[in-house]
């Protein structure tokens, strides 16, 4: 086969955008051009690589296995360049870092210290739900992920880095906000308020209710923390988040975090990637500046 690495980075480009338009202008290239140097990649394998229905690109399976051995190319190759200038005392390149959602409450702030130690660095940060991160990691497309309920299933590089305390809040007005270490049987009248499943947080949750025997009256699931926040704060019921949700305090926005027995619930965030994935001098710079970054702001919820 004679395909070019700048070919391989195109057809990586078009995976990742699932767009022939997309992949041109991530590579700076004409689209009749990329679309040409496509033509040539899918000639060079013999088989098709990708197929259009209804104006949408589907990867065939072995244009999965190409798009699989280009990213590990590129990644490699970064990997190389990084390692080219931290010799050199330089400090470019550019991080990948995936995260769930309730973690844009702190992350933000660590990657700035980052970024303004490292001014050079370009940043990729993607924000989504649990399953998102998980799809993103299983596909190795970062160099770091951050979640609180890494999927046991898979063979990972793991280390927890910070406390992630999952909290009962409820309406400033509740009576519940002014007592202490109310027992969990008495929310069994309440209606709750709770993250979609799937989420890290929901599935503390479920697990310690499991462990409890209680079955929540769930009146909502909703997609972030925001809404649910919100929702507690209307009055529609009880809600479970994290308490990195509350920036950290005990009260925001007209809810307030109530003492419940057995929470907060003992969670964790974790620094996650494939246990086979060799990390870039970048992403070990990134992973040691968070777990310094956290024990120097002394980020303790619990």
Wanted: aromatic share 6%.
């Amino acid at each position: 086969m004679n395909i070019t690495f700048r070919q391989l980075r195109l057809f990586l480009a078009l995976a990742d955008t699932g767009s022939v338009s997309a992949a041109a202008k991530a590579m700076h290239v004409t689209q009749p051009t990329a679309s040409m140097q496509l033509k040539e990649v899918s000639q060079s394998v013999g088989l098709p690589l990708y197929e259009i229905v209804g104006k949408k690109i589907y990867l065939t399976n072995m244009g999965k296995e190409l798009a699989a051995a280009a990213r590990s190319v590129a990644q490699t190759w970064e990997a190389f360049e990084q390692s080219v200038d931290a010799t050199a005392g330089l400090s470019r390149g550019k991080l990948r870092v995936a995260v769930v959602s309730t973690a844009q409450y702190f992350m933000p702030r660590l990657i700035g210290s980052f970024c303004t130690k490292y001014p050079a660095i370009d940043v990729s940060l993607e924000i989504l739900n649990r399953d998102g991160v998980v799809h993103r990691l299983r596909e190795n497309q970062d160099d770091l992920c951050i979640m609180s309920m890494p999927p046991s299933e898979m063979d990972l590089g793991d280390e927890v880095f910070m406390p992630n305390p999952i909290v009962v809040i409820a309406p400033v007005s509740d009576p519940l906000a002014k007592r202490h270490l109310v027992p969990l049987r008495e929310l069994a009248q309440r209606r709750f308020i709770l993250r979609e499943k799937g989420s890290g947080t929901r599935m503390a949750a479920d697990q310690f209710f499991r462990k409890m025997k209680f079955r929540p009256d769930i009146r909502l699931e909703l997609g972030s923390n925001e809404a649910v926040k919100e929702s507690v704060a209307g009055g529609l019921g009880i809600g479970v988040v994290s308490r990195h949700a509350l920036h950290g305090h005990q009260k925001e926005h007209g809810v307030s975090v109530i003492d419940i027995e057995g929470f907060p619930l003992p969670s964790a965030w974790h620094i996650v990637h494939p246990a086979s994935k060799k990390l870039s001098p970048l992403a070990l710079a990134f992973k040691q500046h968070l777990l310094k970054e956290v024990k120097r702001r002394k980020w303790n919820l619990v």
